[in-house]
Nanobody
Framework: QVQLVESGGGLVQPGGSLRLSCAASGSIFSIITMGWYRQAPGKERELVATITSGGSAKYADSVKGRFTISRDSAKNTVNLQMNSLKPEDPAAYYC?????????????WGQGTQVTVSS
């Protein structure tokens, strides 16, 4: 099992920045990719960005050029730098780890951290 703990959410004005962090513990050797998803009220959870152990990143079109995902393997953390935040970005942001453990693919999720964009 992998445990994920997020931090860094909060309130920011439109155009502002926030940095989310996620610390992984447990069977971290089994992690294939880590990423961030978000879910706004009344909407489906959607992918924001993912990053492989080799550092290859993917982004949702809506955040390309504004958000940057990074991974610190030594500290077992994944970060999401969010710049130029827009009114459509507010949501609960969830850290995800996709792993293979005991020959079985599974996903671990953090508890979520709230991001609010408001003037």
């Amino acid at each position: 099992q992998v445990q994920l703990v997020e931090s860094g959410g909060g309130l920011v004005q439109p155009g502002g920045s926030l940095r989310l962090s996620c610390a992984a513990s447990g069977s971290i050797f089994s992690i294939i990719t880590m990423g961030w998803y978000r879910q706004a009220p009344g909407k489906e959870r959607e992918l924001v960005a993912t990053i492989t152990s080799g550092g290859s990143a993917k982004y949702a079109d809506s955040v390309k050029g504004r958000f940057t995902i990074s991974r610190d393997s030594a500290k077992n953390t994944v970060n999401l730098q969010m710049n130029s935040l827009k009114p459509e970005d507010p949501a609960a942001y969830y850290c995800n780890a996709h792993l293979i453990l005991n020959l079985r693919a599974q996903d671990s999720w953090g508890q979520g951290t709230q991001v609010t964009v408001s003037s």
